[in-house]
């Protein structure tokens, strides 16, 4: 029975999830655009009709629709079911970690932010100041309702990797963007310096792997730039679902 019960609530959350993706598809789209969200109806980027109501529900329409626009035919990125997707995992994940709990809900806000972060680099190479300031509002209340991790950690993580960024980038210009580079103070102050120290330790491998396969493809020149935001978001992702875990499971594995 309880299998069942559990079954009902992860499917639920799920949907929750698959939902808010949905949103982070339009917010995504909209942003970089300056066009207003929660204004005008979703229309198809190619033929501009006006969706349908029953081509609005997330990852259902797409199946349905096999993938193309009702109107023209055109195809529909599969980027709209993979973020819906996404928002669906994240929602799972934050609720298998913290449960059903006010904590859980700030984590998924900022899981949403994070995959909002990372799209939007992906398309404009660019980081919009709103999302520094959301995750910084997201920190805020988490200062109160996750005490786990200390204010004073919060601070310093404020600054742990930020500093260090901007010297490099001093020494080395154009070394990182200056929305990597807020996205650190950010997320500083919302994970803690140590979870900030795993996460930022997963982007740099992850951004480093990528980087040297885009040069042994010569996809890019040893001088061309790639958007590291993905990169950023994926690890602080990480650090935000484990928490200290990783880091204090790391001075162990060294009989610290
Ligand atoms: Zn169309």
């Known amino acids: ?78 980027r709209y079911p993979l973020v819906e997707t996404i928002g669906g995992v994240e929602a799972l994940l934050a609720v298998f970690v913290y449960g059903l709990t006010l904590q859980a809900l700030i984590v998924f806000a900022a899981l949403c932010v994070l995959t909002t972060v990372a799209f939007i680099d992906i398309d404009t190479q660019e980081i919009p100041d709103r999302m520094h300031i959301v995750l910084l509002g997201l920190g805020i209340c988490a200062v109160f309702a996750m005490p786990e991790v200390a204010l004073m950690s919060r601070i310093i993580g404020i600054f742990a990797v930020s500093v260090p960024m901007i010297l490099l980038d001093l020494i080395v210009k154009g070394s990182f963007g200056g929305g990597d580079i807020k996205l650190c103070a950010a997320c500083g102050f919302l994970l803690g310096w140590r979870a ?49 875990a990783i880091w204090y499971a790391y001075l162990a594995a060294f009989g610290l």
Do not use: E
């Not at 959350?13 to 207003?36: K, T």
């Open 1 to 78: 029975m309880l299998v069942v019960a559990y079954a009902v609530v992860y499917g639920f959350v799920f949907l929750f999830g698959i939902c808010i993706g949905s949103f982070l598809n339009v917010l995504i789209y909209r942003i970089p655009l300056n066009l207003n969200p929660a204004k005008g109806r979703s229309f198809c980027p190619n033929c501009h009709n006006k969706l349908l109501p029953r081509d609005l529900v997330p990852l259902f329409s797409f199946i349905v629709l096999r993938g193309r626009c009702r109107f023209c035919g055109c195809r529909i990125s599969p």
């Open 196 to 244: 900030l120290l795993v996460g930022t330790f997963i982007a740099v491998i992850g951004g480093g792997v990528y980087g040297v396969f885009l040069l042994a493809t010569k996809k890019k020149g040893r001088k061309a730039h790639f958007a590291f935001g993905p990169f950023l978001a994926l690890g602080m992702a990480v650090g935000l679902l484990t928490g200290d």
